[in-house]
């Protein structure tokens, strides 16, 4: 056991973190998050050249081969500073689908694009009516004399409003099966919207649209595997968030004066900062567990959602405490601790809600007497 | 003891009700009933409805429109109200300036000023809260030198509520900054908001909304009949005034509106083989909270009857009904879920109010800060226990 | 809507509470408690005198022809007080059963020996394997030449240590039944028990025991307007005890000192003791709401839930801080708070615990838009 | 980062399961799996075995009979330990006096009761709170006064754990009144239980355990070569002490066991159609405990790793664990239900379990109160993340 970060993944966890501190402040932070797409070209060109884009992808396909716990150590850093950059949707989710095929040597162009920042991709797979765990999928696959195409609707696609290509899911008969869709295609309409969050996706109608098969094995594995990598990438963003969320509002509280004292040196508040603490503490433990046991090859949605519950646990308090004990301008868009609640509530949306991970890792406790970790 | 209506409070309520139901246009109730209400259009519309048919302020005195109702029935009419997704009446003219005046103004002021008040032609707002004061509002710096038969006010207000609508603002100012206690030396005033020197800057919170403004007072000149009361005892009126609002800080028709929104919401949404209503754990939350929000009710209840420590209701009602208005919301974005993502695509792809949801709930957390935090009021309701 | 007490219902709260001051100080209790049948016979002697034991009673039969809300209102002033003597047990719930039947005159002399004092009763219904609210029923009813007969064992009789005559609930074919069992009789063995707070109760084994049948006309109406007596009793109880543990607990901080100053004014402190003070009187408000109801003649075992899951909700919290907000002393057993916490636990087992009745409320959210009161 | 244990800690893992397995007897397991071990027996048994096999004092120095484990070894060796129901060994021995003997005591000292310490011999008790101190330590007033080649000690001792079967104490005393600050001034002295002046006083819980004392002293004569250190500078070595604790505190296998406990128990209890396990809302309630202990315990292995901050851990470790300890006993009694009622009938009619289910419910409340309250470890965690 070992929870230490070994010196390189320090060092990237420092190179990220100065990207950051160098191109962003909280005003610039603002500014992006409110223009057109929503973050900035010249930090995805930095973040290539870094080696962050190509970050799990191996050496062979252009990128730095490096693993899970480098991608949640990035993560972490990225929701320390609210980093509007779609690095997991755009680059480190179609890759690992990607790397999940036959013959990943069919899409080496697709890979090396995603590792320089040349290539936007997206994963197209929820639908309506549906929630997490998303397995409704009614969009159809038909082969025809010029190649397969696609019909039906994806929707709430992240960041889906600048990919250059969508890994769309969809039926071949009753089998799911995916597919890369080209951004530009006849057949595809975007409609884009905007998140809580200041983020940026779009829904798509597929009518007739070409799309070219990836040969997965398993294709209900790799959904599974890289829906699991999404969770705990995800749940390494959202203790960024909440270390530094915590960290203003601790702040804050330092140096903000009421009745004649600091706020901090009220002891009810500083018994709450000590609660916000271990909650802290308590979804860093299971985030990093996960990461763990995904980097050991263990792709076990349970574990996944051990993670997801105590993060959606710690941050829906995190949020709504570094709100409130912000008084006024916690509510207000233009302090920024309220975007922090928002990535929160974000990423618990996406993580798909404490309720139904609950119900995922309550549904298993008779098949063991304690849980084992590790 | 009694838990059921009398034959009379039973047919005030009916009578209310129908009242409601069919003089409020039914467009302004859908519009309130999905958080869609125009402001400031709506609000005043329902401000003279209520005033041409003598309810618009039924706690003033007789004389000035008032209709010393018992508690009980002022509860049934606002009760009343939220069931039918009335706009509630602005709290700063009738539940705040208003009664202040009745209370300590001078018969001019109250000619002048009481009947466009309970009619809405004045907009009011309040002056109280400043920068870097927080709930220690006695900390107050605007001050206001007497020249002559003026005031000259120079200073900030923050969290102006509909300031970018009103028309006056009652302020608390700071006419003796060498009083020995920081209460004392603060006077109340009335200002128009036309006057040269006050410039509004609007505040968006975080579900976009602007409902709070600073406003800043640059030399502004305020005549001396505008001082309400005596110079330099303002903190007692605005004592008098926050101690006035008592019950309906409980808002628990709102809850209860949004409870019922949020069933029927879980009900239209799929999950697994049914609805999300069919999930025992979601069931469970609701109940839950339908039973904290009954209690809370009873609670509203027994406060208008005697049976509750009357130091400590105000501040037990605005705490849990905080708490609960912060829960509710909560609620509708879990409901939400994973549709709460979109905040402005297509209506048909994802309903409105799940594109509200988590924007609605983060503006939300406002209720338990404004109005005396709920820090505060945990304080208020100690004292009330230790007598320390 | 009204919810002050009558004149005459203030006099009766202020005779209890006064009976009990002259009896009983905090040594005198404890000795009480832990003797041999846990009460005192001359206090019992003087609640007859008073008026206590026969309160709902009609004056025909010897009792004093009030209603809920002076039993109630009786009932608070009991768990203010830790009173041991078994009112509802022994008197109220009995009464009211025998109430139920057909013809009440019946049952006459037992009655009246309620209301004396001279006749304890209690009700011997659940039954192994059980939980709330208690439908199992197995013991079985046979009309033999010489009358009827039970067989069957009823388990944890409260107070059925000392009681005159049983109340059992027996089945006639499948249907429900009661019967009135002397509590002297042949083939009825009982086994006696405390309870965690210092109560007593017994186990009955019925072989054959002579029983006589109590005409009831709906049996099961009758045993759910029992069970909502009982609950609202314990909710107006639990309610008693609740106020005066956080009335002692704040008294303690107050006059408790650490680090030079008394425990109330650290601030952490005040804003439990104001939170605790919220949940007393949100479960007042729930207790009084079902008497309310119950006194209109709603006997609605819906409502009566509503008020216990609020009361077991509130009580599990005032239990739990007021031991842990005295330190020390608050585990210990000769500190009266541990008491109060102990009383509260067991009166939340006897109501069937917060899970259960918030199924109960559960159940039936889609059957109305909102809770309506009254 | 790695979770998974090496070979060599797998391996290690696998010796001590087996050790406990197979050397600790199995009727002394059975009796603390079901919460009845004997005291003292059960805890001096286990301790002379491990004693025996050199597993009495792992942590002590290799001169004395420790092991120089790693802390992935300590931390595996204690889940074993907990996972095999072998009761703990006494803390006061193991993780108090005997490495503050190893670091300060003479070499007479050490040699006098070091040996005794790690066989239990000597059964320690340790004599620092005191009436009226609560949390705040440093306010004891047990005097001891040197006369000769003794102290004199006066005072009195309270929630003294198992001084009804101690041999000796380790005390906290004051020896100067004068100091300027009330942590100096404090010695630090081993006291013979047997010393004529010293009075037990056994306190009984909530659930009829008598688990702690009162300690009276009057005129106690110590040696003083009983002194550990110098004089007055007794609070130094209490901190050392109090900060050896570290990681146990948690005591994760506790609340482990006991959760599994609740599953077999409520997949034991009938309930509707089929049994408490059943009930969804009860599964949840199961899991959410379950997530929230695994949490712990990783946050334990990440402390014996050095990935967490280190002046805020043991608290945090503290805090969770207490919370969990109370919430997993709540948990039974809520299991028990009604059948809680019963604590002294027959086992055939209600378990014993059950039974005890609601008095070990309160008796547990002690966690958070004990060696540190809640709120002296949420003060300690704020002022690492304030710097005040």
Excluded at chain 1, 128 to 140: I, K, L, N, Y
Excluded at chain 1, 317 to 337: A, D, M, N, R
Excluded at chain 2, 103 to 124: C, H, S, V, Y
Excluded at chain 2, 275 to 298: K, S, W
């Amino acid at each position: 056991m070992d929870f230490n970060l070994s010196r390189e993944q320090t060092a990237l966890r420092d190179a990220v973190r100065e990207l950051y501190r160098r191109n962003y402040d909280i005003e610039r932070l603002r500014e992006t998050a409110i223009a057109d797409r929503g973050w900035t070209s010249d930090v995805w060109r930095s973040l290539a050249e870094t080696g962050v884009l190509g970050l799990a992808i191996p050496e062979d396909f252009g990128g730095a081969g490096a693993g899970i716990v480098e991608v949640a150590t990035v993560m972490t850093e990225l929701g320390r500073v609210l980093a509007p950059e779609p690095i997991l949707d755009s680059a480190v989710i179609p890759a690992d689908l990607l790397l999940r095929s036959k013959d990943p040597r069919q899409w080496q162009g697709t890979l090396e694009g995603i590792a320089s920042g040349d290539l936007l991709g997206a994963m197209a797979h929820e639908e309506r009516g549906d929630r997490w765990p998303h397995r409704a999928v009614a969009t159809s696959a038909t082969e025809t004399a010029d190649g397969w195409t696609l019909t039906g609707s994806k929707r709430l696609v992240k960041h889906g409003d600048v990919a250059d290509f969508y890994l769309a899911s969809a039926r071949v008969g009753d089998d799911l099966a995916f597919f890369m869709v080209d951004g530009s295609t006849q057949g595809l309409s975007r409609t884009s919207f905007r998140t809580p969050d200041r983020r940026r996706g779009a829904h798509l109608l597929l009518e007739n649209t070409p799309a070219t098969p990836i040969e997965l094995g398993d294709p209900d594995a790799a959904l599974r595997r890289v829906e699991t990598l999404e969770q705990v990438a995800l749940c390494a963003e959202a203790i960024g968030s909440m270390e530094e969320a915590l960290r203003i509002t601790t702040d804050y509280l330092g140096s903000r004066k009421q009745f004649g004292t600091a706020l901090v040196t009220f002891q009810a508040l500083a018994h709450r900062l000590a609660d916000l603490h271990v909650l802290v503490e308590m979804a860093r433990s299971m985030s990093l567990y996960a990461v763990a046991v995904l980097e050991d090859g263990g792709d076990d949605p349970v574990i996944a959602s051990r993670a997801a519950l105590q993060v959606c646990r710690s941050a829906r308090v995190i949020g709504h405490e570094s709100i409130h004990l912000h008084g006024g301008i916690g509510v207000t868009e233009e302090y920024v601790i309220g975007q922090y609640a928002a990535r929160l509530m974000a990423i618990e949306a996406r993580l798909g809600g404490a309720l139904e991970h609950l119900q995922q890792v309550a549904s298993g406790i008779d098949a063991y007497d304690k849980v084992v970790l590790g | 003891m009694r838990m059921r209506l009398s034959n009379d409070e039973a047919s005030f309520r009916q009578q209310v009700r129908e009242f409601f139901n069919t003089q409020i246009p039914k467009d302004i109730r859908e519009r309130a009933a999905s958080g869609e209400t125009r402001e400031p259009d709506d609000i005043a519309d329902v401000q003279r409805i209520l005033n041409a048919h003598g309810y618009a302020v039924p706690s003033w005195p007789a004389a000035w429109g008032g209709r010393e109702w018992s508690p009980v029935q002022e509860h049934v009419f606002l009760d009343e109200m939220h069931l039918a997704h009335v706009p509630e009446p602005l709290t700063f003219n009738v539940d705040m300036i208003g009664p202040v005046l009745c209370e300590f103004g001078t018969d001019e002021q109250k000619a002048r000023f009481l009947p466009g008040t309970a009619n809405l032609d004045i907009w009011w707002c309040q002056g109280f809260s400043e920068p870097d004061a927080g709930s220690d509002l006695a900390s107050l710096r605007t001050s206001a030198v007497r020249d002559g038969d003026e005031f000259i006010v120079n200073g900030q207000k923050t969290w102006t509520t509909l300031a970018q609508h009103a028309d006056w603002m009652f302020a608390l100012v700071r006419t003796n900054p060498d009083a020995p206690k920081r209460q004392e030396g603060i006077s109340f005033l009335l200002i128009d908001m036309r006057s040269p020197g006050i410039n509004v800057r609007p505040i968006t919170l975080l579900d976009g909304s602007v409902e709070v403004n600073e406003v800043f007072l640059s030399d502004v000149r305020v005549p001396v009949e505008n001082l309400v009361g005596e110079q330099d005892r303002g903190w007692t009126y605005a004592k008098f005034l926050l101690g006035n609002e008592r019950t309906r800080v409980a808002r628990v028709g709102v809850s209860k509106n949004r409870l019922a929104l949020a069933k029927r919401l879980a009900a239209e949404t799929p999950a697994g083989q049914g609805t999300l209503l069919d999930d025992p754990m979601l069931r469970a939350r609701i109940a839950e909270m339908e039973n904290e929000l009954a209690a809370l009710e009873v609670t509203l209840f027994r406060a208008t009857s005697g049976d509750v420590d009357q130091a400590a209701i105000a501040s037990i009602l605005k705490l849990r009904g905080s708490e609960l208005q912060e829960q509710t919301t909560e609620l509708i974005a879990d409901i939400a879920g994973p549709t709460a993502l979109a905040v402005d695509g297509p209506s048909d792809e994802i309903p409105r109010w799940a594109q509200r949801s988590i924007r609605s709930y983060l503006a939300q957390r406002k209720v338990g800060i404004y109005g005396g935090s709920s820090e505060v009021q945990r304080m208020i309701i100690a004292k009330t226990l230790t007598g320390r």
